[in-house]
């Protein structure tokens, strides 16, 4: 074998070097896009969906009371990010208490981002 023979494998191994971390470098920079793309995504679900928003009550219902509230609801239909309808709500809070047969709660985020909340009874 000649010196030439010898070099070829060297420079071959040594080429494929630079597209492997290339790409370890994309996947390293995508790899916050795509966690932060995936969480708004289960955000939204969470939101628009009725199972997603029946799950977020529940969660809150159940951890209400570390915080010194009482939340209680017998049905939920809609979601949080457009019609709410809670049926046999009870709250309390610090020694006071609200019961209503039903409450409806319709709103519309963007307004927030305006400071304005609509609030009718």
């Known amino acids: 074998m000649s010196d030439a023979d010898t070099q070829l494998p060297e420079a071959a191994a040594a080429v ?5 971390r ?4 994309l996947g390293l920079l995508l790899a916050p896009l795509l966690l932060v793309l995936s969480l708004s995504l289960l ?4 939101l628009a969906s009725e199972a997603g928003t029946s799950w977020l009550l529940r969660q809150a219902s159940s ?5 010194g509230v009482q939340f209680t609801y017998a049905h939920s239909r809609g979601t949080l990010l457009g019609r709410l309808e809670l049926d046999d709500v009870a709250l ?3 020694g006071s208490e609200v019961d209503v047969g039903s409450l409806q709660l319709q709103w519309r985020p963007r307004d927030l981002w305006q400071r304005l909340l609509h609030v009718e009874s």
Do not use: E
């Not at 290339?22 to 470098?25: G, H, Y």
């Not at 951890?63 to 915080?67: D, F, G, Y």
């Open 43 to 46: 955000v939204y679900g969470l």
């Open 63 to 67: 951890h209400a009371p570390t915080a």
């Open 16 to 20: 494929p070097q630079q597209p492997r």
């Open 22 to 25: 290339r790409r370890w470098l």
């Open 92 to 94: 309390s809070v610090a």
